[in-house]
């Protein structure tokens, strides 16, 4: 088929279940390929990990010459900048959640991090087949996430609407009309950034031990988030510390269920967690695409990219590329020199990842025992986003 059809075919939600053979198309044909709406399209590993570190390729949408078909009100967090502005807002939101000022902070949260996961295995229905996303997958990020940042667990219906109307922006739909989604989202944003500002105010004077509590009380003026940045920052960790945990453990869970051989393996060898973990980011990444935009023209496995020009990364192409990882459509817990891109690389690495590892890893090894002798009760229904893939339901009988 017409290679220049690639990104359509991909996101096309028929291809959800398994897009993987587009990837493969995508590798033989590019690795890096021109769309019919002008974009580019990378699906080689060694391509994208270039192209992530490359500091003539930007983060930010408004590098795009072409118009978008709408122009939103949302501010970008740092996930959408680039440096020097990334790195500042970064390294302010890092210094109360991660090295080198706050170093302990994640490791410190493994305890209750089991603890929840033991109440929610806990409270998991006998009377009808489990939802793994809905009854478990779900409420553990979130309810870790709403410790951390200081949200208060009740308002979760709340911040659940708006993260799902935030998350459909995000989502890649070439030729579709996306101007209600976007209009959808920049009310979501308004909406989540008031309800965060008035909860970091209440901390004010009289902090707690969580993240909105000290953006807040930062002592050191130029040490301190604008409230507009404070508002931004907050969301993007909001959303995405719970968002692509909830694939990589439902992702994590289908492809044992689906690979028996594993799960008793992983019984047996439960030290092999870690490295199970990794190979799970590689082979069933919870992150599919991400864009960027070059600021000059570049050149790229002899083609040559437009500045301005969108330029889509098949990040899960890219883990799957035999260039890269010997039988790359094998899942093989203990994968050696398993440097996959399933939280990105370069400077936007995830933010969230030792947190998001230690969930996986305690979600997975809690449940091993019950799933021996589990069975899908169906086929999963996806989740319509292409860029954030996992299913939308994971209905298991234990």
Not at 84 to 110: C, K, N, Y
Not at 121 to 134: F, G, S, T
Not at 295 to 323: F, K
Not at 352 to 373: C, D, F, H, K, S
């Amino acid at each position: 088929m017409d290679p220049g059809t690639l990104l359509a075919r991909i996101t096309d939600y028929a291809s959800r279940p398994d897009p993987y053979p587009l990837y493969g198309e995508l590798r033989a044909a590019g690795p890096v390929v021109r769309q019919e709406d002008g974009t580019f399209l990378a699906g080689g590993y060694h391509e994208i990990a270039a192209l992530l570190h490359d500091p003539r390729m930007s983060a930010d949408e408004r590098s795009r010459t072409a118009p978008t078909p709408y122009e939103g009100t949302r501010d970008a967090s740092f996930l959408r900048l680039d440096d020097p502005e990334h790195h500042r807002l970064r390294a302010l939101a890092m210094r109360p959640f991660g090295p080198p000022h706050s170093p302990h902070r994640v490791d410190a949260m493994r305890g209750e991090i089991a603890r929840i996961t033991e109440e929610l295995l806990a409270d998991l229905p006998a009377d009808r087949p489990v939802d793994i996303v809905d009854d478990f997958a779900y409420p553990l990020p979130v309810i870790v996430i709403c410790r951390l940042l200081g949200v208060p667990r009740e308002d979760e219906p709340r911040f659940r609407a708006w993260s799902d109307a935030l998350v459909a922006t995000a989502d890649i739909r070439p030729g579709e009309d996306t101007t209600e989604v976007e209009r959808a989202g920049d009310r979501a944003g308004a909406e989540l950034r008031e309800y965060l500002l008035d909860l970091a105010e209440r901390r004010r004077g009289r902090p707690a031990d969580d993240l909105l509590s000290a953006f807040v009380n930062e002592p050191d003026p130029s040490l301190r988030l604008s409230p507009q940045e404070l508002a931004v920052t907050s969301a993007l960790l909001l959303i995405a510390g719970h968002e692509t945990t909830v694939n990589l453990i439902t992702n994590g869970v289908l492809t044992l269920l689906r690979g028996p051989e594993h799960l008793r393996r992983l019984r047996r060898e439960p030290g092999l967690l870690p490295l199970a973990v990794e190979e799970l980011l590689r082979y069933e990444p919870p992150v599919h695409l991400r864009e960027r935009v070059p600021l000059v023209d570049i050149e790229v496995a002899g083609t040559t990219i437009p500045a301005g020009t969108s330029v889509m990364l098949a990040l899960a192409s890219g883990n799957r590329d035999p260039r890269r990882f010997p039988e790359p459509d094998r899942f093989v817990p203990d994968r050696p020199d398993n440097e996959h891109l399933g939280f990105g690389s370069g400077i936007h690495l995830c933010y969230g990842a030792p947190l998001a590892r230690i969930e996986a890893q305690t979600a997975l090894g809690a449940l091993l025992p019950r799933l021996e002798g589990a069975q899908l009760a169906e086929d999963p229904p996806y989740r319509r986003n292409a860029m954030l893939r996992g299913p939308r339901h994971l209905r298991v009988r234990l």
